[in-house]
């Protein structure tokens, strides 16, 4: 999601700059990168365009597939599964397939989902940094008594989990395609990294403001969560780590604390975490990510993922 400055010591990262590390870390193009790369033969401005024409006809030739299934199809657990993200899911992959095979000769590894971006040490590092941005913050709120755990219906805990995280993979998969896929690799050719990141993170803001709860605070956190998943993906070059913080910050409120995502509430047997503190720091209705006490663990994050790293000094 990225300024340059350039001295005689090397960095692990630079934010928009050339990356000084190892050359297994490479996923999304760098500056220095693009030249041994093929070179897309249109300008970044058409090439977007060709993605959202894409992008759009492929959202809609998904409806029509999936128009006879009502709101959602069967998944094997017999729960139901809300089809809205199978059909945004789907239209984002056509667009990314159809910008590949018509403008964009470099492929999945210009949004950093090729085989190099897809190593354990990426993913996993997603998932810590996902649920501890997360967790950390909802932990101390649950130690001064803000939040609270009360009492629900009974139920499978291991069931209703894997419901979640079947719900929750394709619902972050689409979003981090739409935002910080190849509208991302677009707009930091156009702008920088640093641009990039702050541009997109206002879409992914705005994708928010229809929940149920949604206030200037909700939406500006989802905003600066953004942030943090662009930091998360230029650091890595992976968006394979990016979507694995997604879906585990998610899964951390949903399946594990029960609380509601995003304003959206999803089932929560056995028990339930609710707002007992000021909603400036509990994110009140919109649930434990629309508080302040959440910024600062996605600050601390941000930070953590863009901090130049000094490796040594380089010669001459």
Request: glycine share 12%; charged share 10%.
């Amino acid at each position: 999601m990225p300024s340059r400055f350039l001295s005689r010591v090397s960095v692990d990262y630079m934010v928009g700059g050339e990356p000084a590390r190892p050359a297994d870390r490479s996923s999304i193009p760098t500056d220095a990168m693009m030249t041994a790369q093929p070179t897309p033969q249109v300008g970044p401005v058409y090439r977007l365009l060709m993605f959202v024409v894409a992008a759009t006809a492929g959202v809609l030739l998904c409806r029509l597939l999936l128009l006879g299934l009502r709101s959602s199809v069967p998944t094997f657990l017999g729960e139901r599964f809300p089809s809205y993200y199978l059909m945004m899911l789907g239209g984002m992959i056509i667009g990314h397939l159809w910008t590949f095979r018509t403008v964009e000769p470099r492929g999945w590894s210009s949004v950093g989902l090729d085989r190099g971006a897809l190593k354990l040490r990426h993913v996993a590092s997603g998932v810590a940094l996902g649920a501890a941005a997360v967790g950390v913050p909802s932990g101390v709120l649950l130690m001064i008594g803000w939040l609270r755990i009360e009492p629900s219906h009974a139920g499978s805990w291991i069931a209703t989990a894997l419901t979640t995280l079947l719900i929750l993979l394709p619902a972050a998969l689409w979003e981090e395609l739409m935002t910080r896929g190849y509208p991302f690799t677009i707009a930091r050719e156009l702008v920088g990294a640093r641009a990039a990141i702050v541009l997109t993170s206002l879409f992914f803001g705005m994708l928010h403001i229809q929940n149920a709860g949604a206030t200037v605070q909700s939406v500006a956190l989802v905003t600066l969560a953004g942030i943090f998943l662009g930091a998360i993906l230029v650091s890595t070059g992976s968006l394979y780590a990016a979507w694995a913080a997604h879906v585990s910050w998610n899964f951390v409120m949903a399946g594990v604390l029960h609380s509601t995502v995003s304003g959206i509430g999803m089932d929560a047997p056995n028990y339930r975490t609710v707002d007992a503190g000021p909603d400036w720091a509990t994110g009140g209705v919109w649930g434990p990510e629309g508080g302040v006490v959440t910024a600062v663990g996605l600050i601390i994050g941000i930070y953590l993922m863009l901090r130049p790293k000094r490796r040594g000094v380089s010669a001459g």
